[in-house]
């Protein structure tokens, strides 16, 4: 069998991935071709972690532009992510798939609280872990958490699942002639403002040397291909 090039990674769904076409709330459907691609890696020996957004259901700058106190919103945002959190352990528990949800606010009764040291344990005994509620402080995102959570637990790679296949130098869907990256540095992504993730995860990323493969994770089979170490997407690192 040949093995998959990566040990431990850090998958980043955005909640918009969990909501199918519908842009928003989760989708049945998607969230369990989702969970069948993890069980797959997994299968392989890949140690998965999970970040995962909130955006189908609250983004905390459009409640501050809507004149809600920004920390305020955010929470709220932090909170969604909880909610995706548990909705992907069902499905991923519903086909056999052992998993721990670990959130940055404490919330006892519905799962564990991140512990660096125990989301280890959990990965090295072949545990799918979810992170939930961001890095548990306003302000940031869970493209930022991604970042920090890969860094903390030295996974090799942050799969950046996207609906389009990697990084353009304009948006694909209204430009037919966009170009698509095979590579870019960290600089690149930061100087140009590409849209891998916002400015404060891609910093630190570069910081910490942590590599971030942008895919589209509507082919099923791709995260696969991601850990096996095909080249698909773009790949940002240096
Ligand atoms: N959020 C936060 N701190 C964090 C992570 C997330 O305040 O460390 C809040 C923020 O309001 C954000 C929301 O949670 O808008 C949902 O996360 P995000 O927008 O990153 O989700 P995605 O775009 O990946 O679905």
Request: with cysteine; hydrophobic share 40%.
């Amino acid at each position: 069998m040949q093995k998959p090039k990566y040990k431990r990674v850090v998958l980043k769904l955005s909640g918009e991935a969990l909501a199918g076409d519908k842009g928003y709330g989760i989708e049945h459907t998607t969230i369990s071709s989702i969970a069948r691609q993890i069980i797959e890696i997994v299968g392989k020996g890949t140690q998965v972690a999970i970040v995962v957004g909130g955006g189908n259901i609250w983004r905390g700058v459009a409640g501050s532009q809507r004149g809600m106190d920004r920390a305020t919103a955010d929470y709220m945002g932090m909170l969604a992510t909880v909610i995706n959190a548990l909705a992907l352990q069902d499905a991923l528990e519903n086909i056999g798939m052992d998993t721990r949800v670990m959130s940055a606010i404490e919330m006892k009764e519905i799962c564990e609280p991140y512990i660096r040291r125990r989301a280890i344990r959990h990965l090295e005994k072949g545990r799918v872990v979810i992170f939930a509620a961001g890095t548990g402080n306003p302000y940031f995102s869970t493209d930022t958490t991604a970042a920090l959570r890969s860094a903390e637990i030295e996974a090799e790679v942050i799969l950046m699942a996207k609906k389009v296949d990697g990084v353009y130098d304009s948006d694909p869907i209204n430009n037919p002639d966009a170009i698509k990256f095979n590579y870019l540095d960290y600089i690149e992504v930061l100087n140009k403002g590409l849209a891998v993730m916002d400015s404060t995860a891609a910093s630190l990323c570069m910081d910490n040397k942590i590599p971030i493969i942008v895919f589209n994770l509507t082919e099923e089979g791709n995260i696969l291909k991601a850990v096996m170490g095909e080249n698909i997407g773009t790949y940002v690192g240096r």
